[in-house]
Structures are given as C-alpha cells and as structure tokens.
C-alpha cells in the first residue's frame, strides 16, 4: 500500500465550465501529481449542467421526487468526472473517475440533502498503487440500498473535506473563482487584502455571516478532523488562504474580517406583556414553522410591557410575519411591524477572546461615522450590528480601517 | 413474491426526444401497468444526449480510453430514466428508475461493447411488490469491479431483452419510430406491408441482409431464450410486427420479405492458379485483416486458373484490396479489379425450406426486368442477388411483387 503523501484537490462548477477549463484543470492536477505524492480530485459538475438538468424536470412536474432529482442531478458530476480524466489522459498521464458509488461514499436516505456516513478508500488507494490520478465525482453518494443521494448545496467541498480525512490527506485544496477569504467584500471595499490563514472557528463564523466562498457544513467537518484546507484561485498560482487549527503560529489579532449580510429583515412585535413564557410563545411557533430567527434583541421594561425584536430571513418575512400577528393577538400584545431595509455589518477574530475593548471601537467606529446601531448580538468570536442598509458600505469601509484590516501584509 | 405477468417495454431516443415526447411516453406506460400486470421499461438516451456527449470527449482527445468514455456515455441514459420516473410520477402513479449497476446488470469487461452476463432480478422484484413502474437504463451494466460498462449500438434492446429473460416476461416491446418490420423498405416500394409475425430466424436474415429496424444481438437472444418481441409505434396504438419462435400459427409462406444492401463493394482476382489451399491463402489474409468477407464466388475453371470475386464492405475496400494485391503477387494470380456500383438484393422466408422453385422464380423475375445478376449466394432461408446498383429499386419492386408481398393482408 502507498505511503505517499495525499493531496485532495476540488474544482468547482466554474473551474470546469468549458471544455478549456477542463484542459487547464488536467494541466494543474498532472503538475501536482509528482512521483512524491498522490492526488485525488473532486469536481462539481460542469458550468450550467446543474440548471439545465433541474429545468427539465420541473418542465415535468412542480415538486419533482426527491428520489429522482437525485439520480438525475448526480450525472452532472459524473459526466464532469470522466471528462477531467480523458483530459488527464491526454496529457499522457494515467487517471481513473469514481461516482460516489464506485468509491463507496455511503449516506443517509436524505435525498438533495443527505449527510456522509462512511467512505471506503479502499477503491482509490487501489488506484493509487496502480499510478493513477483519481477523480471522483463530487455531491453524491449512495445509500445502503444502492440508490444515488446528493449532499445539497456546497456538497462537492464537503466531498473533498471528507475525502482529505479518510484519506489522512495533507491538505485539501478547494480551487474556487476568488483568490482566498479577504478581510472583507472586496466590492465593497477595494483596500481588502487576502487572509494568509484564518481559523475554522473564525471561517464559520464568517460564513454564517456572510462570507460565501465556503459552506459552514464542510468547514464543520475540516474542523471536527483538523483536516487544513487552502481555499485558493483555479485560475492563478498564488497562494490562497489556509484554513486551520488555532495554533500559536497564526498572528494574534483582534479581528480577522467584517462581513456584512443583507438578506435578513427584523420584526418588532410592540407592547409585549412582560410576563415568564410570553417570548418563549413567539420563538416556539416560529420554530414549528421551520422559521430560524437569527438575532433577538428584548428592550429593557420600564412598564408591565416590553417590545420585542428579532431578525429573520428575508425569504420566510410574510410567513414570519402573519405568524407574529397570529401570536400578538393571542398574548394581547400591540402592532407588529417589519423593516426589510437593515444590514447586518459584523467583526470577526478569535483574538476577541483577550483583546478588551473591541466591542466599544466597533460601536464608537460607528458612531463617529453617523451610523446609527439598531440591534446588537455578540458570540464568543463575532459581533454584529444591525443597520440601515443604506449605511453598509460606509460601515464596512471604516470598520475596515479602524481595525486596520487595510494594513496587513 | 408478485406472480403478475411481467411486460418489457423499451423506447429508444427518437421516443424520449424531448420533454412532450417523454410525458406521452409516461402516458403509454401507465396505460400498460393495470392492476393485474408489472411494468419495466427499458428507455434510450434523449435524443442527441449520445452524440453531444461524445463530441465533449472528442473535442478533449481523439481516442478517448473506452473505461471513461462509458463513464461519460452512460449519463445519457441515467438522464432519461429519471425523467421518465418523474413524468411517471407527474401522472400519479409510482415509478423508480434504476440505473444498470443498481439493477445489477454485470457484464463483461470489454468497455463500449460489453456483453451482458447475468442480472439480478432482485431489486426489480422487490420494486413490483411495492406496486412501482421501474425505469431501467438501457444499454449499460457494470463489470464486477463496479466499473461502467456500455454494450454498443442497439444495446438498450439488448437491454430489454435480456430483462425481459430474467424477469420470464410474456413479451419484449420495443417501441421504434416505424410501425413494424416491412415486407421491404417502403421507401422503395409504396406498397410495402407491415409483417404480422416473422420468425427470429427469418429476422436474423433480414436483419443481416439490411433490414435495419434492430440489431441481429438482441434478436439472437431472444432466440435463444424464446423471448417474444413486438417491434411496434411510440407514435401510434396500432400492432406492430411481432417476432416469435416458428409456430404452425405462421402462415406458411415461401418469402417473408425482400431486402437489399448498398454497402458492399465486389473484389475481383483474375486468374487464379487453381490449386488447392490457393483460396485458402486469400481469406486468411484478410480474417487476419480484421475485414470480413460475404457472398464469395469461384467461377468454373475449365484452365488451370480460375477467377475468385467477394464481397467486402464498403469501408473496408481500399485495405481490402491492398491485401488482396500483395496476395495476388504472391500467389501468381492475374489482376485485381473492384467494384463499388453493386448492391445486394434477397429474399428471405423459412417457407423455403418446403417451397421448391423459390430461386428459379427469383432469377426469372430479375431476368424478365432485365436485371443482370453478378453473383448468387444462398442460405436455409434466404437467397441473395449482387446486382448492379442502378436497378435496385427495380429489382426490389419487382421481387415483392413476384412473390406478392403488396397483397398480404
């Protein structure tokens, strides 16, 4: 059995949108593949394959079954798979593609949404001895009876991330359109500079609040199996971002990034009588909806009443709001009202844990910059602002340079 | 275990050509699947998915290895099964695709003409018993490593065949783009009639001699395992043409049908030293060649040299005369000559066997329409004519109305 190092590198939907693409792919796999080490390869599936295919079958039916949508999407990858490895092979290199079946990723029965519970890697490491590159097709797996599941959005990284583990991999390298994780949206604030390495706790936080270059499942995992992750550019040679364990290595500061989300809107539900349980009555029947309320924030009360707001996505406000109706009038509460133009403009760093004072330069940065703080939630490594929409580029921009994310090397 | 009658259904790519086609497909299937019968349906891939998928590959490598283009190819089918299940589904009615290695179709390991060694009827049965339609992929298996197989052209009839043995099914449906199997091709003769019934031996022949409706494989083993199939309309409810095994219920009658074939071309060795092991020497050369010889004719010597002429395909010619001039050399024998403006025309019928006088009415009729016939070979069942390629159409007409073929009923 080989006892190289193994590499797991993963190209996602854009990095083979065409057949050029596919080419350059082959051309970096096969410079990663030394006589040193092995390489496996996940792959999403070609550029627009994923839409195309949904829009057939919806052509067909509204709620297609999730049992078939699963047989049917999971070609994309398939066909994403073989064509990387012809690529490779006509570079004269030997390589060899994998469903999710033929590796033997076993899932649950969740069909769109299932999770990974075993891999075999005794296929792949078979291919190994035998010089070849492997490409396994990302997003899928197969449950115990045989039939084709997909992981749900971000599946082909948690592919990768799952694969580095039961591969004992060095590294997995998830190659994306951006060059890494930046302080900050680059659109919004042109000073952003690339993060050399960030933590996994402070990478879930970042994606829970607004950084999409990752999902927080498969950072999850990576976390869980300390598995490093370099999220880096297919399309440029330069380092990306390391994604790791905390480790003394990495520069203690304060704040690693601002991220900022507007897809939330907040709902305040006036004159709440301000007995034990009465909160709890709102959350619950939100809850049961399959609503996730984000931030909470109850207003100090000088009365028998207080009034309650809190975040929720934009996509459940209607359902979010006839509910709280539903519930005011049962608990005899005042107007419920909503506003969908806030943001929420957040700091992250795990260094917040023994820097003081952050939280006051945040909300001063603020202050002087005339934004104006509706709602406040802090975790352990974060904390958000709720604001005027209209503020946000401003906000980002000079909590940016406050915490002089501008000046990193 | 369900005892139901079992009926194959199989429906190639010009029936799941697009989304409207597969709902009338759907329609079509649920029809067939009452109460008191199981259902499986064996379907093509949609219409250019084959051709488009191939061009991908090819724009990458000019001979792409046959283990990943069987990756990429069996998507097609994988495709259409699953919209099929779901156009099923749309109609209210359960359905399951399954893809070749979920059924456990296990083949050999010759990628991209693979032959099919067993299948499990497992997965299947168990599907019947949950009262579910199954949707197989046609044209693909797995060999025993898991690796994806496809069983070359005409293999999703292959599929259904060998499906339709494994299940004991009553009858194999294969849904085409034509009515049936034709008395000759209507193209040619306007008052060609749909064939009732035809023997698998009887279709073998036509098949062979340039009835194209399907491949002589799948028509080989339902033969062998007396497999009725009924070769009828995706486009109408009418009966097509059903092949069975010979039974008294055939009317017994001389010619079942008239074919002819263009493909060929005629090579001809002058003066051939006429010694024993001579010809031998020839087809060797060519067998080795890879270049498959039919109709070969040794005219009478009255010297001590004889003229040898054969058929080779058309495809085969240029190589095929090389050959047969490096042997000509070798052997002392005259010149080597070839000719491309002939076409094969023949009659087939297991009549023949009991009806005298079939040739002589063959070569009277061509004689009597002034087609001149080059050379002559026969079979058990079939009799077969090289003319000159002109009169085709004139000979073909003129043979199906000798042996009144436009008056079956």
Redesign the interface.
């Known amino acids: 059995m080989s006892t190289k190092p193994i590499i797991v590198m993963k190209f996602g939907g854009s990095s083979v949108a065409n057949?050029d693409r596919?080419?350059a792919v082959a051309q970096r796999v096969v410079n990663a593949k030394t006589s040193k080490t092995n390489v496996a390869v996940v792959v999403s599936a070609l550029g627009d394959t994923t839409d195309e295919?949904e829009a057939?079958?919806f052509?067909?039916?509204k709620e297609?079954?999730d049992?078939?949508?699963d047989?049917?999407m999971?070609?994309g990858e398939?066909?994403s798979?073989?064509?990387l490895?012809?690529?490779i092979?006509?570079l004269g290199r030997e390589a060899?593609?994998l469903?999710g079946?033929?590796v033997g990723i076993k899932t649950t029965k969740s069909h769109t949404k299932a999770r990974i519970e075993t891999i075999d890697n005794k296929r792949i490491l078979k291919a190994f001895d035998a010089g070849q590159i492997v490409i396994v097709a990302g997003f899928q797996g197969v449950t115990e009876e045989?039939?084709?599941t997909t992981l749900g959005r971000g599946g082909s990284d948690l592919t990768a991330v799952a694969l580095a583990k039961t591969l004992k991999a060095q590294v997995c390298e998830i190659y994306t359109d951006v060059n890494g994780i930046y302080t900050t949206d680059p659109r919004i604030e042109t000073n952003a500079k690339k993060i050399k390495a960030i933590t996994f706790d402070e990478m879930l936080e970042m994606a829970s609040l607004g950084a999409q270059v990752m999902q927080a499942r498969s950072i999850e995992v990576a976390k869980r199996f300390n598995i490093p992750i370099h999220v880096r550019s297919s399309f440029s040679k330069e380092e990306g971002t390391m994604i790791i364990k905390e480790t003394d290595k990495l520069e203690n500061i304060a704040v690693r990034g601002v991220t900022c989300n507007k897809s939330e809107a907040k709902i305040t539900i006036d004159a709440v009588p301000d007995k034990p349980g009465v909160a709890a009555k709102i959350f619950t029947e939100l809850a049961t909806a399959g609503i996730s309320v984000d931030t909470i924030v109850q207003n100090v009360s000088h009365t028998k009443h207080t009034d309650i707001s809190f975040t929720v996505s934009k996509n459940d406000l209607s359902k979010a709001i006839a509910i709280a109706e539903k519930v005011a009038k049962k608990i005899q509460a005042g107007a419920v009202s909503s506003d969908k133009n806030i943001a929420r403009v957040s700091i992250v760093g795990s260094g917040m844990r023994s820097h003081h004072g952050i939280a006051a330069q945040m909300f001063e940065t603020l202050a002087k910059n005339k934004v104006n703080i509706n709602m406040i939630s802090t975790s352990e490594i974060s904390i958000s602002c709720i604001i005027d929409q209209k503020s946000t580029d401003k906000a980002v921009k000079a909590l940016h340079s406050a915490f002089k994310l501008d000046t990193l090397s």
């Open positions: 057949i596919i080419k295919l057939m079958a052509q067909i039916m297609p079954p049992r078939e949508m047989m049917l999971s070609t398939q066909i798979c073989a064509l490895a012809i690529a092979r006509a060899i593609s469903t079946a033929q045989n039939d084709i």
